[in-house]
T-cell receptor, first 112, second 116 residues
Framework: DSGVTQTPKHLITATGQRVTLRCSPR?????VYWYQQSLDQGLQFLIQ???????AKGNILERFSAQQFPDLHSELNLSSLELGDSALYFC???????????FGPGTRLTVL | AQTVTQSQPEMSVQEAETVTLSCTYD???????LFWYKQPPSRQMILVIR??????QNATENRFSVNFQKAAKSFSLKISDSQLGDTAMYFC?????????????FGQGTRLTINP
């Protein structure tokens, strides 16, 4: 157990819908990262937050957005969902920006 | 942009054997970090080992060790005395720091099977 929690574990929804994925970092970790793992694209970095501020952006679609709250938990919002958004979404956290990342168990999103 | 290449999509060895997983990367940076992550069937991503580019000594964690060749941009993982529980996808990852941010770039993974 990495100490990073993600909810829900599984999510099944329809095209065009909007969902919110939630992540609680390890106690004391200030940085949160989101990744998407799909069969065709592999593991891709989406976005990083550090103590509430966006720090780095990767291959995140405009339909996706994220935020980190004062209690340091983070949410990833996915809207206008398409079939191709079906994937495993990981959250990771690190104590500081130069520390290794510890991954949560992931949220499996299925878009039908 | 940094790229990470794992040239072995799949590998299979017998229990107790030693196996080496290959990874090469492309970067113009001089200061960076390299990692190996393991993803067992549970899909959890587990950090196996970490190497700082400025350190010449190869990292070791119990049965896991790396061969870091900075000039060749190579970062292979050696698993000694392999166990059934080592069966997993293994991902090599590159990380650089940019003004208080970090980004992990992953390879495509190597599926390792340990046979009894």
């Amino acid at each position: 157990d990495s100490g990073v929690t993600q909810t829900p574990k599984h999510l099944i929804t329809a095209t065009g819908q909007r969902v919110t994925l939630r992540c609680s970092p390890r106690s004391g970790d200030l940085s949160v990262y989101w990744y998407q793992q799909s069969l065709d694209q592999g593991l891709q970095f989406l976005i990083q937050y550090y103590n509430g501020e966006e720090r780095a952006k990767g291959n995140i679609l405009e339909r996706f957005s994220a935020q980190q709250f004062p209690d340091l938990h983070s949410e990833l919002n996915l809207s206008s969902l398409e079939l191709g958004d079906s994937a495993l979404y990981f959250c990771a956290s690190s104590a500081d920006y130069n520390d290794e990342q510890f991954f949560g168990p992931g949220t499996r999103l299925t878009v039908l | 942009a940094q790229t990470v290449t794992q040239s072995q999509p799949e590998m299979s060895v017998q229990e107790a054997e030693t196996v080496t997983l290959s990874c090469t990367y492309d970067t113009s940076e001089s200061n960076y970090y390299l990692f190996w992550y393991k993803q067992p069937p549970s899909r959890q991503m587990i950090l196996v080992i970490r190497q700082e580019a400025y350190k010449q000594q190869n990292a070791t964690e119990n049965r896991f060790s790396v061969n870091f060749q900075k000039a060749a941009k190579s970062f292979s993982l050696k698993i000694s005395d392999s166990q059934l529980g080592d069966t997993a996808m293994y991902f090599c990852a590159f990380m650089k720091l940019i003004q208080g941010a970090q980004k992990l770039v992953f390879g495509q993974g190597t599926r390792l099977t340990i046979n009894p």
